[in-house]
DNA sequence: CGGCGGTTTGAACACGCTCAAGGTGGGTGG
DNA sequence: CCACCCACCTTGAGCGTGTTCAAACCGCCG
């Protein structure tokens, strides 16, 4: 089942199964326009690039694990899921990431966390310690990380609320628009979702099972909202309609 | 019910219920201590005090809501809620504060947020903007707040686990470890807890509803785990047993 | 084309919710 | 200072949403 250890951070390239050949230079350019600010000065960018590891990983396999270094992760290419682990086997997804995302996983806390990929990944990796060492000195790449935890509490706490106060309906309503939000492409008045992320990836993020989410996504489709191709297309018809269903805002008692 | 607006971050000294009569240069000073890392600059600190504002709210007060300007808000007395807001009425508690925690309320998402006093506060509030505009030249102040967010985002990640995949004992019972934690004082063998939230509060914080949480302690009362005395005076005899009961990590299958 | 893992569908069950009726603490006013 | 009173809390009974268990289905990869 768990697509197994595949490449923790390891030195260097490690192909598994042909991800599209690129190389440590393109993947840490790709992480310097994402992440870097312009204004960063040439000294902070070498040792970025001197400190930086690149790893890859297949679909499915472990990335980090609890236990492993405090790392500071960039996703440069395919998509990654932060699980956390309870007591019997249950587990929580914590957070989904795509390219362009940062993670860092700091487990101040009572359970155990795992970063998995989801596809196929491409990823630089730094030591926390040293990654946020030199960003004191950046307040530009300081900044920019403090931007990008908020944005990621932000995330936490819209999740609280769907995990706290929300049906099954409105939880997987609420996942597609987020979806659609995040690593959607417009289509004809709707939305094409390609989703790197199986039932029970989806179950564990919701807190549902996947019996309730393959029911549900039935009945979003039985309603027309939603059309679905193969196990991972989704074509949303009528965002509006699903945003309705999502009851984000207060609308009626 | 809502006990109504009372001190939205107002300029100067508001005493509604005769709280400690503390002056802004001690409330400063109290933020001073608690946030300020010891190589801020003279500068700085002048800046801060400048732009702090002080404020008062009493017990069920709002003290920020959606659409007053982003702040950051220093607790230095008293205990305060966040709360989101969704469709129907419901609400769900995203995260409760005490002295000396630091909030920052960037409410990027679908929901609307309330900030809340439990009781009698006593805050310093700055201008999110000014803070971090000011905390952008101060490396030290920026890592102090990165580092606080963090815990912040760990926590949240942690109130994940408890509202997708724990039973309503396991979260009554991780609620009091936590709380323990955070605001327990120590006795004998012990620990005892005085809850400055009602059921009501903490039903909200666990996606679950009064009668549960009150059934849930009736249990653990009746298990030995806890005793309790008035409504809000809570003695945990056995926290070992407690934090069996949180399902914290894989025991048994 | 064949088989396996993931998904869908169905039926019965359970945990926590809802609705309703007492209790009780603690704050207020006499 | 004590009694009153109201909001909050507790307890009980029945219900419903989502779970559990089980079986059929199907998309995807060999």
Redesign the pocket.
Known sequence: ?TGKFCACIAQSMQYHRAPATTTFPELFELFVQAVLPQSLADAAYLQLQAMGRYASAVAGGVILEDGDQHQVVFVAQGATKLVAHASGGREQVVAFHFEGDLISVSSRGAHSYTLCALQDCELVAFPAEDFLGLARSEPGLLNEVLDRVLTSLSRSREKLITLGRK???ERVAGFLVTMAERIGTPREGGCLLHLPM???DMADSL?????????Q??ELREAGLIA?S???DVHICDIAALEARAGQLAAAA
């Open positions: 089942m049906t099954a309906q199986s039932r029970r807190g549902l099972t996947i019996e309730t989410i393959s029911r996504l039935t679905t193969g196990r991972s």
